[in-house]
Every structure is written in structure tokens, then in C-alpha cells.
């Protein structure tokens, strides 16, 4: 296990210049693509399915539906992120990787992710056909990114804060969050990208509301484009999280609309990949958010052309 | 000496603005003013400030809460920034309007029962009449949604807690185990032990102003006098 407090900034030179063609599995992303990644838990207690996939039948029938609905990506979990019931290392590889290898089975092509911070279940997940490797917890198990170069994965780079996996935020402090975003995801893409990952299947993550208060969350969508304009492909992962929940006072299933506003502020700033429990919503918002910046056509455009 | 202390939680939505348009947590919010005005009511010719922090320090006298460090759009502090247990003290006391001398000290969470024993032994020997404004919360494990999730530990621990402030049996607090109190995460035990070390047993009276723990976390407030000051 790392400190990751420990993370110094990282190597400008190992950084993208621009914008570049992100890379996973079989499939290419140019910079103006919006990327879609469908949230599939393997858990009996995420906040918000509350276990409506915990059984492999009812997480293949929403592969099947994310995809219809035009998911690029599914990310696969067998561990909850608040703090709950012990997941040993089994446990999780129980979980999840029979069913990455039925997934990759059913569908040769799509893009899996496999959301873990541990290094033992990233390889056996890789070994069964996952692509990507979603660190959400900022990049605690050290040999997470040792994991994604032996087996030619891509890797989330994620700022957690200096948050122990599975636990809350506790008075959590920052001077410029947006500077520690920064330096803590930039200091991990610099060495996975020395450890030997292909810098083409590197994201960075600011991970909205781990090691941040509901201020930190809105100030960092608000500050995206500072993501943004390091080269890297920005990962955002709102969906129906507290800080949507706390800004509007809704529960968890009171969180669309506020989901789909932060989505369209973050696609505005230039991020490209969205985690997300609504597909069909989500892609609606953000061919809406490429059409207005002119990046894509109108699907039909008669309105005063007849 | 010590001639009067307050004992108040630090969670940062004590300012007002963090929490949004909802006044969450009122109550606590008051009882925390009501005890910094009764400290003040017994006139003080120095309040001391203490808290926990990673590192056991003395801070500038001016030093003051970063607010904006919890994010928001505060203005920045008027002074140096300190760390938010003490920095929380402050806000307590400029926003009781006390413009005297004040002393700002952190107390580290590796510091050892005895050592926090002695600064509170020297704190109430550097002035004649000192007040103590003790910063200091209870364990963060007190449910599933607490900070820091549930353990059983914790009630037991608390209650023992409260039981000794409601006393003022504040050589009780001087035994509380630091391993159990970082299990816990009951962040307040080495300012507790400071404030046990700064006063004399059964020299001051206790009022407690408010207990419990709407957000998962144990907060007391209380007042420490010879007699209840004026809480007006």
C-alpha cells in the first residue's frame, strides 16, 4: 500500500501536449467523442441500485440494456464505496471476475472496466477481459498501475484526497482543491506511464465527493477546464451523488436532473468520459452539448429549410 | 489559573455560511456561543485556545479560520490561517466580540496523557486569571452514516465522557485511553487530557449546554465556572 500523500507533481514531459486519441480495448475515442461508461455493481449495498444487480442474471440483463441504450463502456464493482460489511480479496474476485469473463464472453468488443484499488483482483480482472482499470481511490494500492502496463489495461487516475478506501471525508480541507486534484491524478498518470501503460488509455478523474465536501465537488466541476487542458482525457463520475443531493435537497433517486445539469457543465468544459447509472438520459445531453458547440450535426434539420 | 474554561465541538458547519441556505444545527451553534459568552463574562485577562491537531504548536496570537478551505466563497482570514480546531476557537470568539489577548495552542494526537497533562499545568500557570476555550469532539463512529461508520465502542465511551464533564470529574478525562480514542476517532482526547491538566480538581462547577450527535459525531458543549456566568 502507497501514502499517496506521498505523490510528488509530475513529469511535465510525460504529458499531452493536446488532446489525443484515448485508447481501450479494440476501440479508439477521438478528443470530441463523448464516451459513455455504464455503471454495473456487483454489490449488495451501493447507495443507489441498492443491489438491484447484486445477482449475475440481473447485472447481465442491464449489460445487454446499457448497451441498447448506447453505453460505450461498462465498469463492473463488487465493492460499495461507503464504508460497510468487510469485502476481502475473494470476495471481490468472486464477485466480479465470472462475470467480466461472462460479459467479454457475450460481448468480444466492448469496452469492460473493472472499478477496484486493489492490484490482486485488477490482474485477475484483466486476465478474465477487462480493459480498463478504474482506480477510483486515488491510487491507494500502488501496484494498481504495475497491473494495467503488464496486461496492456488503461487506468483511471483519481484524486481521493488522502482517503483510506472506503471511508467518508471528515472535515476535509484544502487550500486549492483544484490544485490537489491536480497534482495527486498528475503525479499518478506521470508514473503509470513510467511503470510502462500505454499513456493513449490514461484518464485522470477529480472523483467528485471522495475527500470532498459538497463546496469541493461544485468548485471542481466549476474548475474543470483546469483538467481539461492538461492533455489528458477527464473521466467524471456524478451520477447522482451527495453533492447533487445536498445542492438540491433530493435523494438519491431526486438526482437526475441535477446529474444531467452537472453532466452538461462538465461535457461543456471538454471532460470525455461519463460514469453514469442513467444511459439513455445522459447520451441525450451530451449530443445536445455537442451540438450546440458544433461538433456534430442535428440528427434531422428541416425547421425553416423547406 | 484557570478561572473559567468552555468546551466546545469544532465541526466546521459552526460557520454559519458553510451549510448552505439551511441553518443546520442552530442549536449547536448557540449553545457554542452561549458557553464563549459566559467564558468571556468572567473577564479573563488572557483566553487560551486549545485544540487538536497533527502537530502540537503555538500559533500567532492573530491567527485565524481559513474558511475557505472548506470550500465556498469565503474571504480570506484576516490573519495568519491555523489549523481548524483553534481556527474554529477564534471564530467563536470574534463572533462573541472578544478583542482581548488570546494564546492559540495545538496539541498533537500522538501526545501522551502526561505530556498533555503538563501543558495544561503550564497553561494555567502563565497568567493569573486565565480562561480556557477548550475545542474538543467526541467519537465519529457513532452510526452507519457517521464519518466514520458505526462502532459498538463508542457509545460507552462517550457517555463516559459526558459523564465526568457533567461532574467536572475532569481527572476522569486524564485517564482516557489514546489508543481507544483513535480507534474511535474521538479526535477531542488530547485536549480534554490538556484541560484536565489545567485545572484543580472539584475547582469549577460544570453547565452542559448541549449534547449529541446529529451528524455521527459526539459533540458536548459546556461551561466551567464557579457559578454559571451570565448567558444573556
Redesign the interface.
Known amino acids: 500500500m502507497g501514502d499517496p500523500s506521498s505523490d510528488q507533481p509530475g513529469d511535465p514531459s510525460h504529458q499531452p501536449a493536446e488532446p489525443q486519441t484515448l485508447r481501450l480495448g479494440k476501440h479508439t475515442f477521438e478528443p470530441r467523442q463523448r464516451v459513455i461508461m455504464a455503471i454495473v455493481n456487483r454489490t449488495p449495498d451501493s447507495f443507489y441500485d441498492r443491489g438491484a444487480t447484486w445477482h449475475e442474471a440481473a447485472a447481465m440483463d442491464r449489460v445487454h440494456a446499457v448497451i441498447a441504450e448506447g453505453a460505450d463502456i461498462v465498469d463492473i464493482g463488487g465493492v460499495a464505496a461507503a464504508?460497510?460489511a468487510t469485502v476481502d480479496i475473494a470476495e471481490e474476485i468472486r464477485r466480479t471476475v465470472p462475470f467480466v469473463a461472462a460479459v467479454r464472453d457475450a460481448y468480444p468488443d466492448l469496452v469492460i472496466s473493472a472499478d477496484t484499488w486493489r492490484h490482486e483482483v485488477a490482474r485477475e480482472v484483466c486476465a478474465a477481459g477487462a480493459d480498463l482499470i478504474n482506480d477510483t481511490w486515488g491510487g491507494w494500492d500502488r501496484r494498481l498501475a504495475e497491473v494495467a502496463a503488464e496486461h496492456g489495461a488503461g487506468l483511471v487516475c483519481a484524486h481521493a484526497g488522502n482517503q483510506t478506501p472506503r471511508?467518508?471525508?471528515?472535515?476535509?480541507?484544502?487550500?486549492d482543491?483544484l490544485a490537489d486534484v491536480l497534482r495527486r491524478t498528475l503525479a499518478q498518470a506521470s508514473r503509470a506511464v513510467e511503470i510502462g501503460v500505454d499513456p493513449a488509455r490514461i484518464l485522470i478523474d477529480p472523483a467528485h465527493d471522495f475527500g470532498k465536501?459538497?463546496?469541493?465537488s461544485?468548485?471542481v466541476t466549476r474548475r474543470l477546464d483546469e483538467m481539461v487542458i492538461t492533455g489528458w482525457p477527464v473521466l467524471v463520475s456524478l451520477s447522482n451523488k451527495d453533492f447533487i443531493g445536498?445542492t438540491l435537497?433530493a435523494p438519491p433517486e431526486g438526482r437526475l436532473t441535477g446529474t444531467l445539469a452537472a453532466t452538461a457543465i462538465c461535457a461543456w468544459q471538454g471532460a470525455r468520459v461519463f460514469r453514469v447509472h442513467q444511459v439513455h438520459q445522459t447520451r441525450e445531453v451530451l449530443t445536445m452539448v455537442s451540438a450546440i458547440r458544433g461538433e456534430v450535426p442535428p440528427a434531422r434539420a428541416v425547421r425553416a429549410l423547406g | 489559573m484557570i478561572i473559567a474554561a468552555a468546551l466546545c465541538p469544532w465541526?466546521?458547519l459552526l460557520v454559519r455560511e458553510?451549510t448552505?441556505a439551511?441553518p443546520v444545527a442552530a442549536d449547536l451553534r448557540e449553545a457554542c456561543g452561549a458557553a464563549v459568552r459566559a467564558l468571556l463574562a468572567a473577564h479573563p485577562d488572557v483566553i487560551t485556545v486549545v485544540g487538536p491537531a497533527t502537530a502540537s504548536a503555538v500559533w500567532p496570537a492573530e491567527g485565524r479560520l481559513?474558511i475557505a478551505?472548506?470550500?465556498?466563497r469565503a474571504a480570506p482570514p484576516t490573519g495568519p490561517a491555523v489549523p481548524?480546531s483553534v481556527g474554529l476557537g477564534c471564530y467563536l470568539l470574534d463572533q462573541a466580540g472578544y478583542a482581548g489577548p488570546r494564546r492559540l495552542l495545538t496539541v498533537s494526537q500522538d501526545e501522551p496523557p502526561a505530556a498533555c497533562r503538563q501543558l495544561g499545568e503550564e497553561i494555567a500557570a502563565a497568567a493569573a486569571r486565565t480562561g480556557l476555550l477548550v475545542m474538543a469532539d467526541g467519537s465519529?463512529r457513532r452510526g452507519?452514516r457517521?464519518?466514520?461508520?458505526f462502532d459498538a465502542r463508542a457509545a460507552a465511551f462517550d457517555a463516559e465522557v459526558e459523564r465526568a464533564v457533567r461532574a467536572a470529574d475532569l481527572q476522569a478525562l486524564a485517564a482516557i485511553d489514546p489508543a481507544l480514542a483513535r480507534e474511535l476517532?474521538a479526535t477531542g482526547r488530547p485536549a480534554w487530557q490538556v484541560l484536565a491538566g489545567a485545572t484543580r480538581p472539584a475547582a469549577l462547577r460544570a453547565d452542559v449546554l448541549y449534547s449529541g450527535d446529529p451528524f455521527g459525531v459526539m459533540y458536548l458543549v459546556a461551561f466551567f465556572g464557579r457559578q454559571l456566568a451570565d448567558m444573556g
Open positions: 464504508p460497510g471511508t467518508r471525508p471528515f472535515r476535509v480541507a484544502y487550500d482543491v465536501n459538497t463546496w469541493h461544485l468548485e445536498e435537497a | 465541526p466546521p458553510l448552505g439551511d481559513n478551505a472548506f470550500g465556498g481548524p465519529a452507519p457517521a464519518p466514520g461508520h476517532m
